[in-house]
């Protein structure tokens, strides 16, 4: 009697390893796969997405220099338009207006005192120069 309540116990406990064992190798597979997906998902390209607001290099930076938290909760990380007049151009940096530095992945060709549209993404303000930073930026027609 005593010999078949044990193997009757063991039967349980090894079906209860075996339900273990199945649900393990399930969430190992869902997870997996989840991190697969993850790292072969494509990056975005900011400098291909179309601009949320167009707004001149002036009024930027006043949104800015008011009160630079809502400003950077309504711009960080979103594509916009900047209107201005280049005054600094380096390799692969412009500043319009001196109040938008943006940052581009090639050098473009332009002059300096030249009205123009740039495309970027919004990344900081930096309150030392009272400068915005645009990165992926693109010259618009």
């Not at 063991?10 to 997870?31: F, P």
């Not at 940052?103 to 123009?116: H, N, P, Q, R, T």
């Not at 740039?118 to 930026?137: H, N, P, T, W």
Request: proline share 2%; glycine share 4%.
């Amino acid at each position: 009697m005593y010999l078949r309540i044990n193997f009757i116990s063991m039967l349980h406990t090894s079906t209860r390893w075996k339900k273990l064992l199945l649900i393990s190798v399930i969430a190992l597979l869902i997870g997996g796969s989840v991190a697969l997906y993850q790292f072969n998902k494509p990056h975005r390209d900011p400098s291909q997405e179309q601009a949320v607001e167009q707004v001149s290099a002036d009024e930027l930076k006043e949104e800015f220099v008011l009160d630079a938290t809502a400003a950077l909760e309504k711009y960080l990380d979103k594509v916009i338009a900047v209107k201005g007049n280049a005054t600094e151009i380096s390799d692969e940096a412009w500043v319009l207006s001196d109040a938008v530095y943006c940052l581009f992945d090639a050098k473009e060709d332009g002059s300096i005192g030249s009205d123009v549209i740039v495309k970027g993404r919004v990344v900081s303000y930096d309150d030392l120069f009272e400068q915005v930073r645009l990165d992926f930026c693109t010259l618009q027609p």
